[in-house]
């Protein structure tokens, strides 16, 4: 059950994200309630006014720890610099480009930021959402445009929303796992919004594959689709190993140093993490469940 101080926790995230869209009416769409109720929960009234899976639901999409979880604070490593300086060059010049690179080096976690801090933009995460379908009906509720009704009048709000606002941007993360049909759609969207709207393709090595080998193949769509998303492929990690581990190891060392709790040690938190940001959560976690141990085991 969400308790009273969980439910005014998510509040203060509700409220602090507001201040990313123009209405109440388009953030109550965004968060997936209707608009009176978003009026009733502004009022400060929460009790018993959502269920406790909408809590839960609103908590994830706004980042907010409801149990015991780490609040993860961002490092300024040399991915969270390159990744939040492309977005912001992407979205003042309403630009398009394609970011591959290796896993548990900040991606996600820079793209989601940027997404959270900035007004006008969509963080989507195409493994939930691998179909046509499913892809254009999260960008619109990410932009509070109604889902309701038939699919082609979803994409004609939607497009029209985007060229109707200023500098809007669209992150959509993991886009190797979208399906064939999506990836055309994401073209079709591009032309909708040309010079109205940023599109930012991310992905790990899989995704650069998969777009050569469907051009080698002569799939419809797929040249048109790298040439509108700049042609190439960015990426932020060094091209030699020896380079590139000592550029995760220090990426590491700053998350561990923002991160750890007083009296744990940074530098033995990333040795341990072998330069996987993944892995530094993993060990603060585990070093903190240890000294709960040991200072229960003391009393």
Known sequence: MVEEKQRQKIMEAIRAD?????????????LGITPSVYNTLKKGDTDRKLSDGNWIRI????????????????????TFMYVTAALGLAQEGSLSSI?????????????RYYAKTHKHVAYVDCSQVKTKTQMVKAIAREFGVST????????????????SIERPLVILDEAGDLKHEAMLELKALW????????????????????????IEM????????????????????PDG??????????????????????????????????????????????GVRTAAMQEGGAR
């Open 241 to 286: 190993a020896k380079e590139r581990e000592q550029y995760l190891m220090k990426q590491a060392r700053l998350v561990a140093d923002v991160n750890v709790p007083e009296g744990m040690d940074a530098q033995k938190v990333a040795l341990a993490s072998g330069g996987s940001l993944r892995r530094v959560y993993t060990e603060i976690e585990k």
């Open 148 to 163: 309701d009704g038939m699919y082609a009048s979803v994409y004609e709000d939607l497009t029209y929303y985007l060229r």
């Open 99 to 111: 970011l591959c690179d290796i896993p548990n080096i900040g991606k996600t976690y820079t793209a």
């Open 191 to 214: 032309n909708a919004t040309e010079r109205h709207c940023a599109w930012y393709m991310m992905g790990a090595d899989g995704l650069q594959e998969r777009i050569r080998r469907s």
């Open 18 to 30: 507001r201040e990313n869209y123009e209405s109440d009416k388009r953030h109550a769409t965004v």
């Open 59 to 78: 908590a994830r999409k706004l980042g907010v720890a409801l149990r015991s979880e780490m609040e993860w604070k961002p490092a300024k490593t040399a």
């Open 218 to 237: 002569k799939m419809v769509g797929y040249t048109e689709l790298l040439s509108r998303f700049g042609g190439r492929y960015c990426k932020a990690t």
